[in-house]
C-alpha cells in the first residue's frame, strides 16, 4: 500500500516522532521503514523550506527506555527532543514475552505492565510535544467495556485516564466494543478494521476459492460479532449465518456463565467454504465449537478469521482440529505478540498490518483525511475481480 501523494501537499502537524514500546518492535521497525521510503521518494514542491525540515529522515522512531528497579518499579527516559513534535507512541499490551527481574525473580509483563509504561513515556515527554496520539493495536481492557453488575469499568478508566494525560488520539484495530469511545467525547478515536488486509491475505493463501452464494458463507459466532460478519458478507457478496451461545446462567465459573451449546441461525452450509469472522482468538475454544458445529453440517472447509491471535491455551487444540479436518486456515494479524511455533504451522496465515498503519501515520502527520483508508470498498472490490482471473492476487502498491 502507497499513499496517493496528492493527499500530502500539505504542511505537517509537526516535526514526526515514533515512540515503539519494545513489546511493538518489529511492528514499529516495518511502520518506520515504510514512513521512511514513502518520504524520501515523495516528489514534494517544498521540501526544501525551512517548514520542512526533518520531513526526510532516516528513521523516525525516537529512542526512548522504560527501565526497572531492582525492586520492580519502573521510569520512563526519552532521548531525544520531542519539542513541537507530531508524537504516536505505538504498544502492543498483550504481549507477553517480555520479562522483568523484581528482587532476582524473573516476572513477565502483564498488558498493566505494559500499559503503565505507556503512561511513563507520556509522562516523559512533558507536554512538549505539539499532539500526541497512542497506537494501541489491542485496546487496553477492552473485554471490560461495560458494567453489568458491581464490577469496575476498565477500558472507559484507561481512555479518561489518557485523555486528561494530554492525549490528543487513540488509534485501535477491532475494538470489542467501539462505543467505549463515548467515555472520551471531546478527544479523537479511531476504531480501525483490518477487513482489507484479512481479504488480501484469504485470497493469496487459497487459489481455488469460489466467491459467491452457492459456494461460501460468512458466518459469526455469536451476535457481537455480526457486525463485522455483515460488512464481510456485503462486499464478498455471499450469504451470512450466525451461531448464539446458550449459557448456563446459574452457574458463574471464571467469572462468566459457561456455554452450553452453539445454536446456529442461517442457511444451509453443505459443500460451502465458510469464513468465521470474530475479533480475537482467546483460547479458541469457542472457535473450534463452532467450526465443529459447522462440519456437523457438511460444511467444505472452515477458515478462522480473527484480529487477534492470542492462543492463550496453547496451539495443540488448534493443531488437532487441522488434522482431522476441523479447521483449514487460520488468518490473525500481527497487531499483537505471535508466538515463533505459529509460523511452523501449515495451518496459519499471518495478516500484516504494518503498511496500513504506516498509512494512518504518515496521512495524519498531514492533517489528511483518513476516511477512504477507514472503507475499503472499491480497493476490496478490485482484489476480488483480480482473484477472479489469476486465482490469485499480487503485491502492489495499492
Not at 522512531?61 to 520492580?72: E, K, M, P, V
Not at 467454504?273 to 482467546?282: A, G
Request: proline content about 4%; hydrophobic content about 35%.
Amino acid at each position: 500500500m502507497k499513499p496517493d501523494d496528492s493527499k500530502f501537499s500539505t504542511v505537517p502537524v509537526g516535526r514526526l516522532g515514533i515512540i515503539v514500546h519494545p513489546s511493538c518492535k518489529e511492528l514499529g521497525d516495518k511502520i518506520d521503514n515504510y514512513i521512511v521510503n514513502w518520504r524520501r521518494e515523495r516528489n514534494h514542491n517544498h521540501k526544501s523550506n525551512v517548514i520542512f525540515k526533518d520531513y526526510e529522515k532516516d528513521s523516525f522512531l525516537i529512542h526512548s527506555n522504560c527501565a526497572r528497579f531492582g525492586t520492580g518499579e519502573a521510569k520512563a527516559l526519552i532521548s531525544d527532543s520531542v519539542r513541537g513534535s507530531d508524537l504516536y507512541i505505538i504498544a502492543d499490551v498483550l504481549n507477553y514475552s517480555l520479562e522483568y527481574t523484581v528482587c532476582g525473580h524473573k516476572n513477565r509483563m502483564s498488558p498493566d505492565d505494559i500499559y503503565a509504561d505507556v503512561k511513563r513515556l507520556i509522562a516523559a515527554a512533558s507536554g512538549k510535544p505539539k499532539s500526541i496520539t497512542v497506537i494501541l493495536p489491542f485496546l487496553y481492557e477492552s473485554r471490560q467495556h461495560k458494567r453489568s453488575s458491581r464490577e469496575s469499568l476498565d477500558c472507559a478508566f484507561a481512555l479518561q485516564e489518557l485523555a486528561n494525560m494530554g492525549v490528543d488520539n487513540v488509534l485501535t484495530f477491532d475494538a470489542h466494543d467501539p462505543r467505549v469511545q463515548n467515555a472520551i467525547p471531546l478527544n479523537g478515536f479511531d476504531n480501525i478494521m483490518p477487513t482489507y488486509q484479512f481479504i488480501k491475505a484469504l485470497l493469496r493463501s487459497t487459489d481455488d476459492l469460489e466467491i459467491d452464494r452457492d459456494h461460501m458463507m460468512i458466518i459469526s459466532p455469536d451476535e457481537g460479532a455480526m457486525q463485522r460478519a455483515m460488512y464481510f458478507a456485503n462486499v464478498l457478496g455471499v450469504n451470512i449465518g450466525m451461531f448464539y451461545k446458550r449459557r448456563d446462567y446459574s452457574v458463574i465459573i471464571n467469572g462468566r456463565n459457561p456455554i452450553i451449546a452453539h445454536e446456529y441461525l442461517g442457511d444451509s452450509v453443505e459443500g460451502k467454504d465458510v469464513l468465521i469472522i470474530d475479533d480475537m482468538i482467546s483460547s479458541g475454544e469457542s472457535m473450534l465449537d463452532v467450526a465443529r458445529e459447522l462440519k456437523r453440517r457438511n460444511a467444505r472447509r472452515v477458515f478462522c478469521i480473527s484480529t487477534f491471535g492470542m492462543f492463550t491455551n496453547g496451539l495443540a487444540s488448534f493443531d488437532k482440529a487441522y488434522e482431522d479436518g476441523t479447521i483449514y486456515k487460520v488468518i490473525t494479524t500481527n497487531c499483537t505478540y505471535q508466538m515463533p511455533d505459529l509460523f511452523d504451522r501449515p495451518w496459519y496465515v499471518s495478516c500484516d498490518v504494518s503498511k496500513y498503519i504506516a498509512l494512518l501515520i504518515d496521512s495524519l502527520n498531514h492533517e489528511a483525511s483518513i476516511s477512504a483508508l477507514l472503507d475499503p470498498h472499491d480497493r476490496i472490490k478490485k482484489r476480488l475481480a483480480e482473484y477472479a482471473i489469476h486465482h490469485t492476487i499480487k503485491e502492489d502498491n495499492n
